[in-house]
Structures are given as structure tokens and as C-alpha cells.
């Protein structure tokens, strides 16, 4: 809701579908928290996590190459992750990880220059 304030505040064209279900041409389905373009043409994937997440890592990764969606735009936000545990997973694993605190700003600042 934030982002849309910000965006919809800017003149920023947003568009954002939430619990996005999505097939890709091998059947291999996806349930997407929150799918969107900025600007008509940045996608922005994001996907809401609490508790334990690690195990799904992998398939964020193989989604994230397929469709070709860069690191910066493809998000896993995680309740309660310290601001160094994104950091490090995030250099681990080529996607952006965030906390409730971080995303937004990450958000603004990379996918709102």
C-alpha cells in the first residue's frame, strides 16, 4: 500500500496483482504474493515470507532465471531477518532479500530512480 501511495503521489503508473498463480510452458506452476510493473515495463516480483524459508531458496532462484527477472526486482521479503542476514543472502543466492523495515526503501531507491 505504501508503494502505491508513493507511486500513485509521483505520477509513477503502477500496476500489481496479489496471489498471482502462474504456469510457465514446462507446467511448473507458481503462486505469486505480489507481481507488478513499474512504469509499464520494471517487473517487480515480490514474495512475503515468516518463519522458515530456506528450503524454497532454490526454486526463487531457478523462477528468477527462467523468467528473467533481474536481482533487484525480484524480492523475498522475510518478517524479522536483521538487515545483514538480507545482505549475506542476498550475495549468496543472486536474488534481494528485505525485512518489513527494508523493502520499501530498496523499492524507492533501486527500482524508482
Do not use: W
Not at 496483482?17 to 504474493?33: A, H, P, T, V
Amino acid at each position: 500500500m505504501r508503494l502505491q501511495d508513493f507511486c500513485k503521489e509521483r505520477n509513477i503508473p503502477l500496476v500489481a496483482l496479489r496471489s498471482l498463480m502462474m504456469e510457465l510452458s514446462n507446467k511448473d506452476r507458481y503462486e505469486i504474493d505480489v507481481f507488478g510493473l513499474l512504469n509499464g515495463t520494471t517487473p517487480l516480483y515480490i514474495e512475503c515470507k515468516t518463519g522458515e524459508f530456506r528450503s524454497q531458496i532454490e526454486k526463487y532462484m531457478t523462477l528468477r532465471k527462467r523468467v528473467g527477472i533481474d536481482k533487484d526486482n525480484f524480492v523475498v521479503c522475510v518478517l524479522g531477518l536483521s538487515k545483514q542476514e538480507c545482505a549475506g543472502l542476498g550475495q549468496m543466492f543472486g536474488l534481494t532479500f528485505a525485512n518489513e523495515d527494508t523493502i520499501f526503501e530498496h523499492i524507492k531507491d533501486t527500482l524508482l530512480k
